[in-house]
């Protein structure tokens, strides 16, 4: 349900587009998963182009980062609705951020093949379960109560 008016469909496409940072930056992790499915695959196939800018520009998710920060969850022009769905994506890519570096420190210590796998196939599936359910929320024009994280957001976006 929408508290802070309604919101049309252009809004909850723009509101949608947060979302493909997440998506792209959890790419990595999902390697494991998608040698057992390859199906999985073809989720990325249309995203091929902005992985390879992603992984492959220096500092690009850094720069996307404090760009959607400051020209659109700071900005109170924008609706409250697409500030909410951006602020939630980048949320969510902060945190695919720190598992990464869970993942390097337990590295360092010689985990086992299998934690690791185990490790980026739950941060891979958790991500892609937050963001499908994100998006259709977004789509019904309903704002999406990710545990805690919604919780956070809230705390940002005014």
């Known amino acids: 349900m929408t508290w802070r008016g309604s919101t049309n469909f252009k809004d909850r496409i723009l509101a949608c587009l947060p979302y493909l ?15 057992l499915f390859p199906v999985l695959g073809l ?4 995203l091929t182009p902005l992985i ?6 220096r500092y690009s998710g850094l720069i996307i980062f404090f760009a959607l920060l400051i020209l659109v969850v700071r900005n109170e022009r924008i609706s409250h609705f697409i500030r909410f769905n951006t602020m939630q994506a980048i949320i969510l890519n902060i ?9 390097d420190l337990l590295s360092v ?20 379960a937050s963001v499908v359910y994100s998006i259709a929320r ?3 024009g309903h704002y999406a109560e990710v545990p805690v994280i919604s919780d956070a957001v809230y705390a940002q976006v005014r």
């Open 43 to 46: 989720i990325y196939l249309p």
């Open 109 to 128: 210590f010689s985990a086992g093949a299998f934690v690791m796998q185990t490790l980026f196939t739950i941060i891979f599936v958790g991500v892609l």
């Open 21 to 35: 940072l997440p998506v792209v930056a959890v790419f990595a992790q999902g390697s494991f998963l998608m040698e």
């Open 138 to 140: 977004t789509v019904m």
């Open 95 to 103: 945190g695919i951020f720190l598992f990464g570096i869970l993942t």
């Open 52 to 57: 390879k800018v992603y992984y492959g520009v």
